[in-house]
């Protein structure tokens, strides 16, 4: 298997622009979580699914960011409208029983 | 709620030093605990791991005991290579919740 793969790699955008980041798992993992990671905040966990469904939102920031599975090979995470707050490298992975698995990331800038 | 706490960095060692990296955990239940690194540019990868009090996890020279009474997984190696430079990520997984918790990270550097 390749791994978790994310794209884009690299993001610029301008403020106000939508962004959509693209998540494909590891196939047969059934969860999948959404992590921002900055210099001021760390790690932080946005969202995380279970055999597609959402199972805890609590770390969305606002009503901007959304997330989406339509099926269990793929996740999107959207920002709409972009700020620049919102630059961060943005982490998708996916588990099995005890270890999860990471992707490269996507780096975003929003300027 | 769950949280990890572990060693501000930054970390910087000469070759073939000795490494410690503290962890301390708080957590509901009996958590499994993980340490991750980050190499450049990169996601995290699972170093080791230990799912029950006692337990040693190990890994590429790395080793950390899973301590319950002191709520501890303190990450070690005996003699650190230039290639150990990155960040290390302390990590818990508690009482059935599959989502991992993780500390702040320690950025380590170990120079010639």
């Known amino acids: 298997d390749a791994g978790v793969i994310q794209s884009p790699r690299h993001e610029v955008t301008e403020m106000g622009q939508e962004v959509t980041l693209r998540c494909k798992p590891i196939?047969?993992?059934?969860?999948l979580f959404w992590y921002r990671q900055t210099m001021m905040r760390g790690l932080e966990l946005l969202i995380y699914?279970?055999?597609?469904?959402?199972?805890?939102d609590s770390g969305m920031p606002e009503d901007r960011f959304s997330a989406k599975m339509p099926n269990a090979s793929f996740s999107t995470l959207k920002i709409q409208p972009s700020e620049p707050r919102d630059s961060a490298v943005y982490f998708c992975?996916?588990?099995?029983?005890?270890?999860?698995?990471f992707g490269q990331g996507t780096r975003l800038t929003v300027v | 709620g769950d949280s990890v706490t572990q060693m501000e960095g930054p970390v910087t060692l000469s070759e073939e030093a000795f490494l410690t990296i503290n962890c301390t955990y708080t957590?509901?239940?009996?958590?499994?605990l993980f340490w991750y690194v980050q190499y450049p540019g990169e996601g995290l990868q699972l170093l080791l791991k230990?799912?029950?009090?006692?337990d040693k996890g190990s890994n590429k020279g790395f080793e950390a005991t899973y301590r319950k009474e002191t709520t501890s997984f303190h990450l070690e190696k005996g003699s650190v290579q230039v290639s150990d430079s990155a960040v290390y990520f302390c990590?818990?997984?508690?009482?059935?919740?599959?989502?991992?918790?993780f500390g702040t990270g320690t950025r380590l550097t170990i120079i010639p």
């Open positions: 992975a996916s588990r099995e029983i005890t270890e999860a698995f």
């Open positions: 230990a799912t029950k009090a006692d």
């Open positions: 699914f279970n055999n597609n469904v959402p199972i805890d």
């Open positions: 957590a509901t239940g009996y958590p499994s």
């Open positions: 990590a818990l997984s508690a009482g059935g919740n599959e989502k991992l918790t």
């Open positions: 196939s047969g993992h059934d969860y």
